[in-house]
């Protein structure tokens, strides 16, 4: 276990130590990647993105003036990358209109109940999360996953924290009606 | 918070945990590191381009424009290029105290002088060509 802050690593970096950035990527990597990942629904733009990221904050780690944490910093870059990317494309991903009834069927291959009602969850949360906008994906995503507060929230995205709240109760409401709607063919399936 | 808001609240908490985000995918510290230094390496080179080449190439550029400038432009009959800038050059209004060269016409420079100016810059030429051939295979 690595206790050393993101500070001392910096620090090392602005000083030519190369090496020393992979202990930040290695401690940021998952929820850049997840942060990423949630916004364009896309596992290799998600990579894509989340590397982008990491070489700007390198490329601009010596004007680091740590006046926040260096997480919100690159959850900064890695949002606005990745809904940059997602309004820009031509081709919209089309999101499927009901939760495919027979997405219980895949689940006899798992080996367990628990993989089972896992993987079911991780299907659902991924199909709910496409009937939510780009944006509010992102505040979703850096409220439950990242765990970070309205404050930390508000200077990832540039929105104000009362516009974050009313986004956040929206986007929770209607995604809290697609999993109510579809988490009981799982009890149903295993009852 | 509402009966409802904390009903969904809880109800994300359980579905979207933070134990439960995707990961990134195998090796993916290395490839950002080897990104990196791609492109450290390929600034470093843009950077040693820049400053070995930039200043003589402006400078060619300069004097090659002088040069057309001097062969294009007559000297008594400017012709279209008769214009403000140009008659600003002819006569620019600058009051200037008049130098002397009388001493340099009047000096007597032996005769090797010349010579060791060409072996001064013919050194020079070849201590940087050297220069580049070691540095290179040193890196």
């Known amino acids: ?191 | 918070m509402d009966k409802q808001e904390k009903y969904d609240e809880d109800l994300l908490k359980t579905f979207l945990n933070p134990d439960r985000i995707e990961k990134a995918p195998e090796g993916f510290t290395s490839k950002t590191l080897a990104r990196i230094q791609i492109e450290k390496q390929s600034a470093g080179l843009t950077r040693s381009f820049r400053g070995k080449y930039l200043v003589p190439l402006v400078s060619l550029a300069v004097c090659a424009a002088l040069i057309i400038v001097s062969v294009v432009l007559p000297v008594n009959d400017p012709g279209p290029a008769d214009s403000v800038i140009w008659r600003y050059l002819q006569n620019p209004g600058i009051s200037l105290p008049a130098l002397n060269n009388d001493f340099l016409q009047n000096l007597k420079v032996p005769g090797w002088i010349p010579y060791s100016f060409i072996g001064f810059f013919l050194l020079m030429f070849f201590d940087r060509i050297l220069f580049g051939i070691f540095n290179k295979q040193g890196k």
């Not at chain 1, 919209?92 to 009901?98: C, G, Q, V, Y």
């Not at chain 1, 367990?112 to 979703?140: P, T």
Request: contains cysteine; charged residues 30%; aromatic residues 12%.
């Open chain 1, 1 to 191: 276990m690595d206790f050393r802050s993101d500070i001392f690593y910096i620090r090392q970096v602005q000083e030519g130590k190369i090496n020393a950035f992979s202990h930040l990527v290695d401690r940021h990597k998952d929820k850049a990647y997840n942060l990423a990942f949630r916004i364009c629904a896309n596992r290799e733009e998600a990579e894509e993105i989340a590397q982008d990221a990491f070489i700007k904050a390198y490329r601009s780690l010596n004007n680091f003036r740590m006046k926040s944490s260096f997480a919100t910093w690159l959850y900064r870059i890695v949002y606005n990358t990745a809904i940059s990317l997602v309004r820009s494309r031509k081709n919209k991903i089309l999101a499927l209109e009901e939760f495919p009834a027979d997405a219980v069927d895949f689940l006899s291959s798992c080996t367990s109940q628990d993989e089972a009602v896992e993987e079911y969850r991780s299907s659902l949360v991924n199909f709910a999360m496409q009937k939510i906008s780009e944006d509010d994906r992102g505040l979703i995503t850096l409220y439950y996953y990242n765990d970070l507060d309205m404050e930390e929230i508000s200077k990832i995205t540039g929105i104000s924290r009362s516009n974050i709240k009313v986004k956040l109760y929206r986007a929770r409401r209607k995604m809290a009606e697609i999993i109510e709607k579809n988490e009981n063919k799982i009890v149903s399936y295993h009852g």
